[in-house]
């Protein structure tokens, strides 16, 4: 089984809370540490988020009731189509390591997506044409448990705030006016996702892993996780893989893609994946995660940002739109295990 030891936790934990109600030098510090923290791993920690734990718990068990249904009532909420990322994907369907053009059995999870609470305006979606068609996709919902949409509508609407609070930060940790990128991510598509990752009676096969290694594709993945052996790790810069642990009340925070352009790769997005448990206890290690993945208006540049371009570091020209950059991989990770 594949799992590398790692080395000492990741440490990072930032209570973001002072930002938001502190005098100017606490602001100044708390960007400092969050911009530490992107450009050493890209992964943090943190609290002072705001994100009730009362929420947080409701939503998580009832996601756990929805992924103990039988499979067939799970299977009458699948997508039409694998990549419009709405609603349930089977266990083993998907394989994330094809969006990074790599070869490996399907991940040992589960998945549920929901996009946008509120629909973007009509004139935006035809400007843009067939992706439209994408970004107006409605959510996808289970008739049990009852509550779940309403609970994940208001998790939803939390993970956003956080996220958005986040780019302030990050703007003034690149020394950008703290709303630069507000108008990147009016128009968002985020999405929210619940993961599951059943307990192992059978062996995995070589290779497989719960979630492959990877990169994320936008701005930011925040994330709830519990501590079930077989958890999330990342991949240092010397290629060594680091536990990232749940702290209690704290939440993860991953960089994606999309940050690492606009930083012209001083930030990291960093590989990471979610491993096996250990053999021992692999029967009886359920685990379930709860993902927000922060993505910017589909039309959004990935030109980097002034303050991270200079006659010695110089961008290196955009390959696509934000939104092509993150449908294209999605896809592949999704299209690879169907």
């Known amino acids: 089984m594949d799992r590398t030891p790692s080395r000492e936790p990741l440490p990072t934990v930032i209570d973001i ?23 050493a791993t890209g992964c943090f920690l943190v609290t002072g988020h705001g994100v009730p734990r009362e929420l947080i718990g409701r939503v998580d068990r009832l996601w756990r009731a929805f992924f103990d249904e039988p499979l067939e009532r799970k299977l009458a909420c699948a997508p ?4 419009v990322f709405r609603g349930y994907y089977a266990l083993a369907s998907s394989a994330i390591a094809y969006s990074q053009d790599k070869q490996a059995p399907p991940d040992l999870r589960e998945l549920y997506f929901m996009n946008r609470i509120h629909a973007l305006p009509a004139s935006y979606i035809e400007r ?9 996709h409605p959510n996808i919902w289970p008739a ?8 994940s509508e208001a998790f939803y609407a939390s993970m956003l705030r956080v996220a958005e609070g986040l780019v302030a930060i990050y703007a003034v940790a690149l020394d950008l006016p703290q709303d630069y990128f507000a108008d990147k991510i009016d128009k968002h598509h985020s999405t929210f996702g619940a993961a599951s990752y059943p307990a192992q009676s059978i062996p995995p096969l070589p290779g497989q892993q719960r979630c492959a ?17 077989g958890g999330l790790q990342i991949q240092e810069r010397d290629g060594e893989w680091r536990d990232v642990p749940r702290r209690d009340g704290a939440l993860v925070v991953n960089l994606g893609d999309t940050m690492e352009w606009w930083t012209n790769h001083r930030w990291r997005s960093p590989v990471h994946r979610v491993v096996n448990p250990p053999i021992e206890v692999a029967a009886s290690s359920r685990r379930q995660s709860l993902l927000f993945f922060h993505a910017p208006n589909y039309d959004a540049e990935l030109s980097c940002v002034p303050s991270c371009e200079s006659p010695d570091r110089p961008s290196e020209p955009p390959p696509l739109t934000v939104g092509e950059l993150i449908l294209r991989k999605s896809r592949k990770g999704t299209m690879a295990g169907t």
Do not use: K, M, N, W
Not at 17 to 39: K, N
Not at 128 to 136: E, H, I, K, N
């Open 17 to 39: 809370a002072p930002f938001f109600s502190g005098a100017p030098e606490e602001r100044r510090r708390v960007a400092a540490q969050v911009g530490a923290a992107c450009e």
């Open 144 to 151: 049990s448990p009852r509550e779940l949409r309403e609970a």
């Open 128 to 136: 843009l044409g067939p992706a439209g068609a994408y970004l107006a």
């Open 213 to 229: 290694a990877h990169s994320d594709f936008s701005i930011q993945t925040i994330l709830h996780q519990d501590d079930a052996p």
């Open 80 to 83: 039409p189509d694998p990549g």
